[in-house]
């Protein structure tokens, strides 16, 4: 299978390349030629994009940390939409990316309401329209989910180009399980909804991983170790950036860390599993108990099973006796 990218791309590409010394050698016969970069473009130029909406994944930190598949979409699609648009109009530039009479349209939080019929009318009348975010995926704690739910919704083409992830970077550093994981974003701001949010998430069965601001780390952090106990984690802050920083170590420890002062740069905390306790008969009973008052016997048996680790078959046939006597 060949992969054909704009001219634009490849002339990105080989900047980039050139600058940090990634094509030396190949001399004169390098495809970033300019005669075989306009012929590229001269033929690309004439492949439009089909319309829908394209998903595109951006840097969240090292710059070249974008796909050419991202350069490409970017390049050639009808319009723009970003979460921040001054960011993405400084990634476009560093990356050669033409606007080419395009003007990047604002999609937030503030204006997603007002946003979104505009942008799905587009669409609509045939155009093809990439949304990225702040910074990573699209759809990961960004407010591009009902855009594209509704575009779904509409029967409208929707398309990933996926790439760069704090989530996923983040689990690959800490050095924590990653067989089964759990994004839980951001924690709330107050701290008695912070506190339940904690405790639904502390019987979950994996690792957990939260998105957090720098002044809110060391609270949640000292929360976390009041919900979870002293469990394993890390702290992954400024992801591929040139002061990248991953702290691993108990909850205890990295509460007292960060309850100093707040630290430069976002944070992904990532926090191993509850270690495996095997329930006791008078436990599962009491935990039954308390579900069946409020849930039928496959309802509280599935939730028991979840927060105590016990099989579902046990726990499905002793709610039954129980509720039987």
């Known amino acids: 299978m060949s992969v054909r990218f704009s001219g634009a791309v490849w002339r990105a590409a080989c900047l980039f390349g050139r600058k940090r010394g990634f094509l030396r050698g190949f001399g004169s016969t390098s495809r970033c030629r300019t005669g075989s970069l306009t012929g590229m473009a001269e033929k690309e130029n004439q492949a439009a994009l089909p319309a829908g909406l394209y998903l595109v994944a951006t840097p969240i930190g090292h710059a070249a940390d974008i796909t050419l598949r991202a350069l490409d979409l970017l390049t050639r699609a009808d319009g723009l939409a970003a979460e921040d648009t001054r960011r993405t109009r400084t990634l476009l530039d560093l990356h ?29 009348a045939g155009e093809a329209l990439v949304y990225v975010s702040d910074a990573g995926t699209p759809l990961v704690a960004d407010p591009g989910y009902r855009l594209a739910a509704e575009a779904i919704a509409a029967g409208m083409r929707v398309v990933a180009a996926p790439g760069a992830s704090a989530l996923l970077a983040a689990l690959t550093v800490a050095g924590l399980p990653t067989d089964r994981f759990f994004f839980a974003g951001f924690p709330p701001v107050k ?85 495996a306790v095997e329930a006791s008969a008078e436990d599962l009973d009491q935990a039954l108990r308390t579900a069946l008052l409020h849930a039928s016997v496959r309802d509280a048996a599935a939730e028991v099973a979840a927060r105590l680790g016990v099989p579902r078959k046990r726990a499905y046939a002793r709610a039954l006796s129980l509720e039987r006597d």
Do not use: W
Not at 191 to 215: D, K, N, Q
Not at 233 to 259: D, I, N, Q
Not at 264 to 272: A, I, L, M, P, Q
């Open 96 to 124: 050669a990316v033409p606007l080419a009479g395009r003007r990047i349209e604002a999609y937030h939080d503030h204006n997603a309401a007002a946003q979104r019929p505009r942008l799905l009318a587009r669409i609509a």
């Open 191 to 275: 701290s008695g909804a912070r506190a339940r949010f904690l405790t639904e998430c502390a019987a979950v069965p994996s690792t957990l991983v939260f998105y957090e601001s720098p002044h809110r780390l060391g609270e949640s952090l000292a929360a976390m170790r009041i919900a979870f106990g002293d469990r394993p984690a890390a702290v992954c802050r400024e992801l591929t950036k040139k002061f990248e920083e991953t702290v691993r170590a108990p909850l205890s420890e990295l509460a007292l860390r960060y309850a100093a002062g707040p630290p430069k740069g976002e944070s992904v905390v990532v926090v191993g599993p509850p270690e």
